[in-house]
């Protein structure tokens, strides 16, 4: 069993920069790859980004790139999301997800969730 527990959320205006973090238990992060979903109110949850086990590999929505960067830590079992130029609708509750041996394009079906973190941007 692997736990993800994020943080780094908060309220920021915008054109400003948040950096989440996802860490995560187990001795065998390496072997996950990871992501970043995140779901507005009243909206499905999507696909944000995603890092390879090596972090070698990343892919990320169209609206983000350019604008936030996925990676890793594997040595503190931890992975990032930095968010620059945030907008009003990137305003959403960001979940990390772990996925054992994953890919990134696409990273879906992930094995384990976190429990969220909030980010709301004013405007």
């Known amino acids: 069993q692997v736990q993800l527990v994020e943080s780094g959320g908060g309220l920021v205006q915008a054109g400003g920069s948040l950096r989440l973090s996802c860490a995560a238990s187990?001795?065998?992060?390496?072997?996950?790859?990871m992501g970043w979903f995140r779901q507005a109110p009243g909206k499905e949850r999507e696909f944000v980004a995603a890092?390879?086990?090596?972090?070698?590999?990343?892919s990320a929505v169209d609206s983000v790139k350019g604008r936030f960067t996925i990676f890793r830590d594997n040595a503190k079992n931890t992975v990032y999301l930095q968010m620059n130029s945030l907008k009003p609708e990137d305003t959403a509750v960001y979940y990390c997800?772990?996925?054992?041996?994953?890919?990134?394009?696409?990273?879906?079906?992930?094995?384990?969730w976190g429990q969220g973190t909030q980010v709301t941007v004013s405007s």
């Open positions: 997800a772990g996925k054992k041996w994953g890919s990134v394009l696409p990273f879906n079906t992930p094995d384990y």
């Open positions: 187990g001795r065998t992060f390496s072997t996950y790859a």
């Open positions: 890092i390879s086990g090596s972090g070698g590999s990343t």
